[in-house]
């Protein structure tokens, strides 16, 4: 199913060409060029206007760049649906016309579109005054401001998270008067495609926690029966559409700041020394779930199924740089750039410091196969980027462009995403500057087996069967996981069943997969069952989540603690 | 001071020689062969008979090297004092003839050397029975059976933290008899030396946690009066009498398993490019008192003392093995052996992976300048490792031998001591060879102004001025330190007010020293602060000691936590 023929945007054009369609001249690198003056400018450009909006089928081409019978030929070349916009119930009035309400113009929205003189956005044939909730927007105040003075309509189409009743009704909260008829965004079936409509098939075991971009994990059982996690059963994090991909024209493009040093087809990366590793891959809001019971949090409520464990295989990025004689005094960061594109024409990107990029002991690797077959397309076909120990959100999935420079990556996800803070600080005093990007993860566990609420028959010896997984970031091997079921009274010591026996010292990237029967009260109706892992930092996990909770929901590392019930 | 002159066991025989001595021919080498036997037989062999025991001047040489004549000129050679050991009050009548017991020879306890047998030892006119005790001796099993079946006298002549009323109790309760008068080890001033004599002059304003060997620490709020901490507020731990230094004649061995690679002086070691690091070394035992007031602990009750930040300047390891072709595939451990030996003539001793030795990045120092001046003699002159980011156990001082091998120092300090266990280990089941030596250390914290139960006048801001320091091991930044003065309902953001500036990328190896004005509830008469810290994996303590506790009390980074009162 994922070797369905996709196309990466100079593809898709080229493609259209041959067809003797009606194109512009401009190709991918014009496109580049691009995202890279809108990456620089992005402080003093205002973006997501209506009228120049990326209404996107390969979530990079602008709306500027299709004439009406390419539209017209796009939409029959590939089988895309109409997207529709489907409110859950009581969301389902937000941005109704409301007749007690002023009526403004596009051009009076379009004038409020930074901080001194409010922003507004419209919605449907509504209109928002949202200038105090941009800096707690959870997606972060650069994401938000794409769309100031403009329609948020376009956005949500990308963003589809937004289409909850949570949302609508805040949005709601902040509404100000009604659209003028004539500059309603509009939804036409032959301009506007689903920029989803061609994702892969997934397996139906997965729990979707949302769809538009497709986030799903496995149920903890399933997670815990290999030690190689399948690709089938392997946690799906995407932050955009899946990209469509051109094998044939792929190319991956690495540059000094903005200077194309080279670029490679696959074939000239499988010319590198081919290296294999076994890494875990984990979210950073994994097991947010377990953080927002402790006090709300917005994102993904994932369970603790937001981790994977595969082998990868495919050249070191160290060999590469090495081989383009790169110097690390000369930079700070290597940046990745994926082909998931958003509305505006921004790649999903991350970055990493240079020094591990350089590292041959960090096994960075650019990734070419998963389990020794070909990367899925939902975990980065035909490319991405293995930093081992770091978190997912900085292992970039079908990476086609690498940035050596001075700086971070300037992307949202890079700068005000994937970061911890204190649990004082909330939407309102938040200043994303003043954390550093999460790179290496803490150490952390989760039980698996039972699950919380699950009945279990208490065995003869008095004990119940427990498993689970422990893994820490930076290399960092699992040396120990202790189990309670009596508030830490007692603990005792789980069998490490599963770890990396090739893992090279302080290179330990797989999970450790744990068991044990663990002696419990007979007497009681139920126990809470609590797991804490050591890691050969002897670091270990933070008792409970009141104290490292932090708004974003990322880190969530404290005890995994699950009741159950004895029978 | 620490400039006098001192001797080397070779330095020491080359002068008694050059003064027309008689000596054995026994050299440095010979001694040095007779340690490999010793610890390669360490399972097989008894050490420490009264008839053969090592009653240490220089901590190395056996009695049978002396013939009289040397023994008065040693005697007079250099000033030393008579040992005499003075036990406290309650533990006074230890070792006492106690006509009710029966009478054993020392042949008979001599029999008593292993597990089938029975352990037994003598002290002083006393007879014990320690078989029970060997497993749960906290200086290690292998250290207290080199005194198996003979007497513990010259043993606790070197390991003098035993001379305690409650070790003395301890003993005495597991008293089956008395000696035979004439087999009871004698002391005379003759042949008794104490090997502490020549201790270097220390600062007084440390405090002393233990006097033989030497171990003590600055008042906290002395720590962290300077980034840089001087030499004379450096917290020293010792593990033996610090040894004679001939600076002449020193050398540093560098051997392959057995077999002598090269041998280094000290200018040799300085013609290696020179680098300057600034790193914190930090005790395992550091902030033991606090996990001990959790649950009785043996071992020094440090406060939060043990840690002190200096800068080091020396060659890198790395440059040196790499000079001398050394393969990371060929071992797995690199040894360091220090010039501190024991009464049974076995060196201080300790390992790291190789892999940590050979990389650059890893910053490996045979280190000859600590804050730009000679290291002092108490922390490791002429030359000691400086293993950043690990445990103070593993940065040797005055290391002259240095091992390539595929395996761990046999070193009772790597084997049986800095390791830690789980909460339900305790000195009846514990198995050492279950866990892994420390090596990196946990991100950690403490509060070192206010000091407890100290009384802090409140500003009319209604804060109070807090200080501490933070650290964390393996070249994790710290990025921010929390305090709460309302158990966690409230946390506020210390400034880091001093941190390494010229710390590379995942190399941040000295410690960082924050300061907040804490608000605090004026209308309370004590409050109890709390901090944490989150280093650069998002890594944080542990909230109690509770879940942490572990019979060695290593690693105690748990929150500190000092109550103080409000006036």
Chains 1, 2 share one sequence.
Request: glycine share 8%; charged share 25%; hydrophobic share 35%.
């Amino acid at each position: 199913m994922q070797r369905v023929s996709r196309t990466s945007i100079k593809g898709l054009l080229s493609q259209l060409q041959a067809k003797g369609l009606e194109t512009t001249s401009i190709g991918l690198s014009r496109c580049r060029s691009s995202f890279n003056q809108h990456n620089d400018q992005s402080e003093k450009r205002r973006y997501g206007k209506v009228t120049t909006v990326l209404l996107s089928l390969t979530g990079g081409i602008t709306y500027y760049l299709y004439k009406d019978d390419i539209k017209n030929n796009i939409s029959s070349f590939i089988n895309v649906h109409a997207f529709k916009i489907q409110n859950s119930p009581n969301g389902r009035e937000a941005g109704a016309r409301r007749a007690e309400l002023p009526t403004y113009t596009m051009q009076q929205v379009s004038e409020h579109d930074n901080l001194i003189n409010g922003i507004w956005v419209s919605y449907k044939e509504g209109v928002y005054n949202i200038t105090d909730f941009v800096r707690k927007h959870p997606g972060g105040q650069s994401k938000i401001m794409m769309a100031a003075g403009g329609s948020i309509d376009p956005f949500w189409m990308i963003f589809a998270n937004h289409q909850t009743d949570e949302i609508l009704v805040l949005l709601e909260s902040m509404r100000i008067g009604n659209l003028r008829s004539e500059d309603v965004y509009k939804h036409k079936d032959e301009d506007i495609y689903d920029p989803y409509a061609l994702e892969p098939v997934r397996n139906q075991m997965l729990h979707i926690n949302g769809k538009k971009p497709f986030c799903a994990e496995p149920p903890p059982p399933m997670l815990v029966k290999n030690f190689i996690t399948p690709k089938e059963v392997f946690y799906v994090r995407n932050h955009l559409p899946v990209p469509y991909i051109d094998e044939e024209n792929y190319e991956l493009e690495l540059a000094a700041e903005e200077k194309t040093m080279k670029t490679f087809n696959i074939e000239d990366i499988k010319k590198y020394p081919q290296h294999t590793i076994t890494s875990a891959i984990m979210c950073g809001g994994n097991r947010r779930s377990e953080m927002g019971a402790e006090k709300p949090l917005k994102g993904l409520s994932w369970n603790v199924g937001a981790i994977g464990n595969a082998s990868w295989t495919g050249a070191k990025l160290s060999d590469v740089l090495r081989d383009l004689g790169v110097k690390e005094e000369d930079y700070n960061h290597i940046q990745f750039e994926g082909m998931d594109i958003d509305p505006s024409g921004v790649p999903y990107g991350a970055s990493i410091p240079i020094s591990k990029a350089l590292d041959p002991r960090a096994d960075v690797l650019l990734a070419y196969k998963m389990n020794g077959e070909d990367i899925p397309l939902d975990h980065g076909y035909p490319l991405r980027v293995i930093v081992p120990g770091v978190v997912g959100a900085r292992n970039v999935k079908w990476v086609n462009r690498i940035i050596l420079s001075k700086n971070e990556s300037p992307s949202q996800f890079q700068q005000n995403d994937y970061k911890g803070f204190s649990p004082s600080i909330n939407w309102d005093n938040v200043d994303f500057k003043t954390a550093p990007a999460i790179q290496e993860m803490p150490v952390t566990s989760a039980i698996c087996c039972p699950q919380k609420d699950e009945k279990i028959t208490v065995a003869k010896d008095g004990t119940i069967p427990v498993k689970g997984y422990a893994w820490s970031g930076g290399g960092k091997k699992i040396i120990r996981v202790d189990v309670t079921a009596d508030q830490g009274e007692t603990w005792h010591i789980a069998e490490l069943v599963a770890q990396d026996p090739d893992a090279k010292e302080g290179r330990h990237y797989a999970w450790t997969l744990w068991s044990l029967n663990l002696p419990v009260d007979k007497m009681k109706k139920s126990v809470e069952i609590w797991v804490k892992a050591v890691d050969s930092q002897y670091n270990t996990q933070p008792e409970s989540f009141k104290n490292i909770w932090n708004l974003r929901g990322f880190l969530c590392n404290a005890y995994h603690k699950v009741k159950v019930n004895l029978g």
